[in-house]
């Protein structure tokens, strides 16, 4: 924990910064508001504790401005025993508490520690809202993927940025909770899927928007790199961040600041970023559609993460694993597979990867009413077309490639009552991919 000292008396602050430090708080210490101010347009703190009553900038002016246009931290005022109107009137406007001068160090640790866990809770329901919840949980034996595993959990420990690389479905945001978790941090981990945000939104989703920024914009709002202070972001799909953005994105992670739509406060942030993607970032540096120092920025620690097709035997282990998890969900009894079933599953390449597995496994989990899954329960799909495994023939064989894609994402759509994100899922593409497929076939996004 990270703590601002706003006060004039320097006794004071020399003898709370002493206390904090032997409690294990480290103290930032301004002897009035504007110094204040300064230090928290400069740097990330979990806590302010702010004296009333102070020559040139006083704490209810520095107040005001943390409200409405500095960082989101909570801020406990300082007050004489005359000032306790004035600090009631902080409470309105925004004071998270105040304490009476003098005060019990003790109490003002008390206080702190829970304004801070308060506000840590309240971002993580907000990060969990806004981002996917899956546990982390690495399946499987194969020294591919126990290579990739090591090097996550190596390269945790470090404030290094991670770029994870891989096909798609190959478990990426799996590695970077794994990667979250090793890391010690005790802030929330937050997914964003960047080729899932309409683009118009993605500014406001990543670093928020001042009251009045846009048409619709009632109040402020907290961006991801807010809401993930102390803890994780995880940038998916990075290669579809457009150009404009990614001069943001740059600008953010070398100054460990980010400035919300509408505003023109610089707001510090400490986030550990982490980054993936299943494009070739290389290539599209070379034809201008990603910028060479931002893929340098988040190239600093890379890490592949195998096919599935690469993991010998973990293709039943993973089989297995989602029967249990998703048979239990369900309520139905499934054994497991059969013999058969196995030897299907380990023969087939999968290119889908792990994700294309779980797909292929809940449909026959939702179709077989057998409690032991047969290799007649399983169907494949191409990840790029939604065409079933098996070669077409007759009619179907006569179709050109477009029109059994077309007809392919139709059937994936009605599959998933329209819902474009999960399509997606489903096929292996990218929400925009998607979208521009629909408009090359003349169907209505």
């Not at 899932?196 to 402020?220: N, V, Y």
């Not at 929400?431 to 996004?445: I, N």
Request: hydrophobic residues 40%; proline residues 5%; contains cysteine.
């Amino acid at each position: 924990m990270q703590v601002l000292l706003v006060d004039d008396e320097p006794n004071l602050l020399r003898s709370l910064e002493g206390f904090l430090k032997t409690e294990g708080i480290g103290c930032l210490t301004a002897p009035e508001g504007r110094a204040g101010q300064a230090i928290l347009q400069d740097r990330a703190v979990d806590a302010v504790v702010l004296d009333l009553r102070m020559p040139g900038m006083d704490g209810m002016t520095l107040l005001r401005w943390i409200k409405e246009s500095g960082p989101d931290v909570p801020v406990i005022m300082a007050s004489a025993h005359g000032d306790v109107g004035d600090a009631v009137e902080a409470m309105k406007l925004g004071a998270y508490d105040y304490l009476v001068k003098p005060f019990d160090p003790d109490e003002l640790v008390l206080r702190l520690r829970k304004a801070v866990r308060e506000r840590t809770l309240r971002n993580g329901v907000e990060a969990e809202r806004r981002s996917a919840d899956e546990g982390v949980e690495v399946i499987g034996e194969s020294p591919a993927i126990r290579e990739a595993v090591r090097l996550v959990e190596k390269a945790a420990v470090t404030p290094a940025t991670i770029l994870l690389t891989g096909e798609s479905g190959t478990g990426k945001e799996v590695a970077a909770r794994l990667a979250h978790q090793a890391s010690g941090r005790t802030g929330p981990f937050i997914a964003v899927n960047l080729g899932a945000i309409p683009e118009t939104l993605i500014e406001s989703e990543l670093f928020g928007h001042e009251k009045g920024a846009f048409t619709g914009a009632d109040t402020r709002k907290q961006g991801l790199f807010e809401l993930a202070q102390g803890g994780t972001l995880f940038l998916d799909e990075i290669g579809e961040l457009p150009l404009h953005l990614q001069v943001k994105l740059l600008r953010a992670l070398q100054d460990r600041k980010i400035q919300r739509l509408g505003g023109v406060q610089g707001i510090p942030v400490d986030a550990r970023i982490l980054a993936a993607t299943n494009r070739d970032l290389e290539a599209m540096v070379r034809e201008g559609t990603f910028r060479e120092d931002l893929y340098y920025r988040i190239n600093v620690i890379r890490i592949v993460l195998p096919p599935l097709r690469a993991r010998t035997g973990d293709v039943t282990l993973l089989a297995e694993h989602f029967i249990r998890k998703l048979s239990g969900t369900m309520g139905r009894r499934v054994d497991g597979l059969s013999p058969g079933a196995r030897a299907l599953l380990e023969s087939y390449p999968f290119p889908g990867n792990v994700r294309e597995l779980q797909n292929a496994v809940e449909r026959a989990l939702i179709l077989s009413d057998r409690v032991v899954l047969e290799p007649e329960d399983f169907q494949f799909f191409a990840p790029t077309t939604g065409a079933p495994r098996e070669a077409p023939s007759g009619e179907e064989g006569s179709r050109t490639l477009a029109e059994t894609e077309r007809r392919a994402i139709l059937a994936a759509l009605e599959r998933n009552a329209g819902r474009r994100e999960q399509t997606a899922r489903e096929l292996g593409i990218t929400r925009r991919t998607l979208l521009t497929k629909l408009k090359e076939y003349g169907v209505s996004p």
